[in-house]
């Protein structure tokens, strides 16, 4: 099927999955469960998710594998099956996607800050490898390090996933617009810092998911291309900005809404074009059929 990167340059838009974590909840995962470790207790369900999207038309889906970290996964004692979940979750979503299609080995940030000493490089590195080879095992086609907020907790794991694995590697981080218009992530960096910053480790492909509809995205698109003309962009957006109801996080916009952004983002510059929080089958159907048009 060959790289992401080569059928981009091709020229074609491709299109990515939607929700995970809001998926997982739907089908019964309970607060304080471990979303990773559904991956051997109930591979049935992990599949259906991988293979709900593929349906709808994505051209890549991701695994089930965004808090794999052995750092994450200490705090539900599961540090030692870091290895195996990951690979679990590739050869999960691999079986779902089929030979015809791409599976993104998600990598999520660890929650712990290097400037503030509360962990070494050193060990990021290492638990990144770790995860990184169970991805590429479990036959992954391409890492998608993904939420990150630090660009020094990016710069790590994109060489940890470069120097332990052979896959292609993909980076996004998560921008929230501030009082005067400007997108930064939680720690201030903005999309131009992360383009001039990770494209020094030679990153595949860049962008940015969760944090803003893709009403958002367009401007935040539009300062990636602009910082770099040629760098290939993936945007994974929520269903709109979450609101609270009836106790509820729910993500407004619908299939239709969601959609009728996919002109202008792509003008915007983005070649990959995927969901984030609230995002169902029914919004990545409505975006397949928006791009074929």
């Known amino acids: 099927m060959g790289k992401i990167k080569e059928a981009l340059q091709k020229g074609k838009i491709l299109v990515s999955d939607g929700a995970w974590g809001t998926f997982l909840q739907a089908k019964g995962l309970k607060a304080g469960e471990c979303p990773e470790l559904w991956n051997l207790e109930h591979p049935e369900e992990v599949f259906n998710i991988a293979r709900s999207y593929i349906d709808a038309g994505s051209n890549m889906v991701e695994t089930n594998s965004f808090g794999g970290s052995s750092i994450k996964l200490a705090h539900y004692g599961l ?14 979503s691999r079986k779902a996607a089929g030979s ?36 590429e095992d479990g036959k992954a086609d391409a890492i998608i390090i993904e939420t990150m907020s630090d660009i020094a907790e990016a710069r790590t794991a994109i060489k940890a996933a470069r120097s332990s694995t052979d896959l292609e590697v993909i980076c996004t981080m998560t921008f929230e617009k501030t009082k005067t218009g400007e997108f930064r992530t ?50 994974h957006a929520n269903a709109g900005i979450p609101v609270y109801k009836d106790g509820q996080t729910v993500f407004p916009e619908t299939p239709e809404q969601m959609s009728s952004y996919v002109h202008n983002i792509i003008d915007a510059g983005a070649n990959i074009i995927g969901g984030c929080c609230g995002t169902t089958p029914a919004h990545i159907s409505k975006l397949k059929e928006m791009i074929k048009k």
């Open 79 to 92: 540090e030692d099956k870091a290895y195996e979940l990951n690979k679990a979750a590739a050869s999960i």
């Open 100 to 135: 015809d299609h791409y599976v993104l080995g998600s990598i999520g940030p660890t929650g712990k800050i290097l400037m503030m000493g509360e962990i070494t490089e050193e060990a990021l590195f290492e638990s990144f490898s770790e995860q990184a080879r169970g991805l």
């Open 186 to 235: 939680m720690m201030g960096f903005s999309p131009s810092d992360m383009v001039q910053q990770l494209k020094t480790e030679k990153i595949d492909i860049i962008g940015a998911n969760c944090g803003n509809g893709f009403e958002d995205m367009i401007g935040i698109v539009r300062e990636i291309r602009k910082a770099d003309p040629d760098i290939p962009i993936l945007v």
